[in-house]
């Protein structure tokens, strides 16, 4: 089988892995990725999180729920975060979803990979859209889906799957940069960088995406509060 992998000049893009889990997990003890769905114990239900995705990645058909892959840093090949996406059973549309952990944020890897994996489906999978939706009051997350070629279509009040009543929410639509495959392996995007390296890309392939918590895979708690 083909293993889906991404290289933009920083980052490595790349399918979970054993040993992803325990790094999350640590990178979760701050409290900083509990409103994504990982808490300061997640260590204790992480593994069968890993399990489900890496199962969702094989399937590779997004609007069946979700796709996570790790972040990885080309210098030193340290895994810093997570890009996906998860299927809006509500909207029916697929949104792009990511985190980076404390130690690697204001570097700009959040829209690096967002671009790179907006680029990729686009690509891959026939799909009218991706979106994000981010609330008013997270202005770091909304900057970083503007940076990576998001553009916003409008703002609303919107309760998502884990918020306890509505939120205002911007909702943006990816709006193209969809690359030049001038040259085998390689998309190029105006302006930022280029993903060098692209794997895992048959042709024919089909789906749909954006991704879930990391909650213990039973519960249905998508990871989407960006």
Do not use: H
């Not at 999350?24 to 399990?51: H, V």
């Not at 996570?68 to 810093?80: F, H, I, R, S």
């Not at 392996?185 to 105006?190: A, D, H, N, V």
């Not at 060098?196 to 089909?206: F, L, V």
């Amino acid at each position: 089988m083909i293993k889906m992998r991404l290289e933009t000049e920083r980052l490595i893009i790349r399918e979970l892995e054993p040993g992803d889990e325990t790094i999350f997990a640590q990178m979760a003890t701050d409290g900083s990725l509990a409103e994504i769905g990982f808490d300061r114990d997640c260590k204790s239900w992480i593994a069968d999180w890993l399990t489900e995705a890496r199962t969702l990645t094989a399937q590779d058909n997004p609007t069946q729920d979700y796709l996570a892959y790790a972040l990885v840093e080309k210098d030193g090949q340290t895994v810093v975060g997570s890009v996906g996406c998860s299927y809006y059973e509500d909207l029916q549309k697929v949104g792009i979803t990511y985190f980076v952990g404390t130690a690697y944020r204001g570097l700009g890897y959040a829209a690096e990979a967002a671009k790179a994996y907006g680029a990729y489906f686009s690509k891959r999978y026939p799909l009218p859209s991706l979106i994000a939706t981010v609330r008013k009051e997270n202005p770091a997350s909304w900057k970083t889906v503007e940076k990576a070629g998001f553009q916003k279509t409008g703002e609303r009040m919107y309760q998502d799957i884990n918020d306890e009543q509505p939120e205002l929410y911007y909702f943006y639509e990816w709006q193209g940069i969809t690359g030049n495959r001038n040259t085998p392996g390689r998309i190029t995007l105006p302006g930022v960088f280029a993903i060098t390296k692209i794997t895992g890309y048959p042709p024919e392939s089909s789906g749909v995406l954006r991704w879930i918590s990391p909650q213990p895979p039973k519960s249905g708690s998508r990871l989407r509060r960006l």
